[in-house]
C-alpha cells in the first residue's frame, strides 16, 4: 500500500505504512476486541472492501481519480500493531483526513508520540480529524496549534448505529407514486455536486467514484425524471450525504432513503449500520431514531484552519 511518498521517508518517519496483509489482521483484531459496533473496525472494513473492488476493476493503486477511495494505514515505525493496536489513517483527498486510535493503557504514549512526530499529516494545510476520542480531544487540539493550525473549528458528532439484523429486516415505508427509486448515475453526480456543501478540487471525481463503487439510492419524479432527493453509503459503511431537495421536503423521502438503504447495505453486507451526525443536529437525530438507530457513541470531528486563515 506503498505510494510515492512512502518511498521517499521510509527511513525517517516515524509513522510505517501497513501492508494489505497488515491491515488485514488489524481489522481483525479490532473485531476481535471490540466487536461490529466499533467505528475503527468499521472504517477498517470498508477500507479493505473498496480494496477489492478496485482491484477487480483493474484500477491501479496510484490512479489519483480514485484517490478519494484510497485510505493509508499506518503504525508506529518501531512498534507493533497487535500490542495495542495503534494505527493512524491518512485520506489524502479534498482535504487530508485523519483517524487514529490506541488501546495502549494508561496514556496512549505509542499514538501520540507517532502524531506529534510525523510528516505526513497537514496540521497548517487545513486537515480534517476525524472520529476523535472525546479522551485524546484537548490534547490533540494543544498538539495541531503547535503544529501551525491556525484555528480549531470542532463539532461533537453523535455515532448511531444499528445491528444488522434489525436492518435486514426494517419495514421500508411506501413509496407514493409520483416518485421512484433507482441507484445513482454517473450523470447525476453534477447535480449532486452542485449543492453538495463540501465540494472543492476534487469532488465531483469523489462523487463519481462513490456512485460507480458503493450503493446509493436516488428518488425521481415518476413523470419527468428529475433527482429530487439522495443519499449515499459512506467510508464507514454506513449512511451518508442524505439530500432532500427543498421543493421535496415534507415528503417522507428522507426516512424512506434512509430506511431502503440501511437495508440494502444489510442484505449487501454483514456489518453494523451507521450514521455519524452533529450532535445539534436533531432533526436527523429524530428521522434516526424512529427507524431504530440509537446513539452509540460520541467523539469530536475537527477542522483544522489552514495557516493562511485565521477564525473571525
Known amino acids: ?11 525517517n518517519d516515524i509513522l510505517r505504512a501497513l501492508s494489505d496483509h497488515e491491515v488485514d489482521e488489524l481489522l481483525q483484531l479490532y473485531g476481535n476486541k471490540f466487536g461490529p459496533l466499533n467505528f475503527h473496525y ?16 483493474g484500477i491501479d493503486r496510484a490512479d489519483v481519480a480514485y484517490k478519494s477511495l484510497r485510505k493509508r494505514f499506518y503504525t508506529h515505525r518501531q512498534g507493533d500493531f497487535r500490542r495495542y493496536g495503534t494505527y493512524v489513517s491518512l485520506h489524502e483527498d479534498i482535504v487530508q483526513s485523519v483517524s487514529f486510535y490506541s488501546w495502549q493503557p494508561t496514556a496512549p504514549t505509542e499514538l501520540f508520540e507517532c502524531l506529534e512526530r510525523t510528516q505526513r499529516i497537514a496540521w497548517s494545510a487545513g486537515a480534517l480529524l476525524t472520529n476523535v476520542d472525546l479522551d485524546y480531544a484537548p490534547r490533540i487540539k494543544e498538539l495541531a496549534l503547535s ?7 470542532p463539532r461533537q458528532c453523535f455515532g448511531m448505529v444499528l445491528p444488522h439484523a434489525e436492518a435486514r429486516v426494517l419495514e421500508v415505508p411506501e413509496l407514493l407514486s409520483e416518485f421512484e427509486l433507482r441507484p445513482l448515475r454517473d450523470e447525476d453526480a453534477i447535480a449532486v455536486h452542485a449543492i453538495w456543501p463540501n465540494k472543492g478540487e476534487g469532488s465531483l471525481a469523489y462523487l463519481r467514484a462513490l456512485i460507480r463503487f458503493n450503493r446509493t439510492l436516488g428518488a425521481c419524479r415518476s413523470d419527468t425524471g428529475e433527482l429530487i432527493a439522495w443519499i ?15 421543493k421535496a421536503e415534507r415528503r417522507g423521502l428522507g426516512g424512506l432513503l434512509a430506511s431502503a438503504m440501511s437495508k440494502l447495505i444489510a442484505k449487501g453486507e454483514t456489518t453494523t449500520l451507521t450514521a455519524w451526525i452533529v450532535s445539534t443536529n436533531w432533526r436527523s437525530e429524530q428521522l434516526l431514531g424512529r427507524i431504530g438507530y440509537r446513539k452509540h457513541i460520541v467523539n469530536e470531528w475537527i477542522k483544522l484552519l489552514p495557516a493562511s486563515e485565521s477564525i473571525n
Open 1 to 11: 500500500m506503498a505510494n510515492d511518498k512512502d518511498k521517499e521517508d521510509i527511513d
Open 42 to 57: 468499521l472504517l477498517l472494513h470498508n477500507q479493505r472492501k473498496w480494496d477489492r473492488q478496485l482491484d477487480a476493476a
Open 232 to 246: 449515499f453509503q459512506n467510508d464507514f459503511a454506513g449512511l451518508g450525504m442524505l439530500q432532500v431537495l427543498p
Open 147 to 153: 503544529k501551525g493550525a491556525a484555528g480549531l473549528q
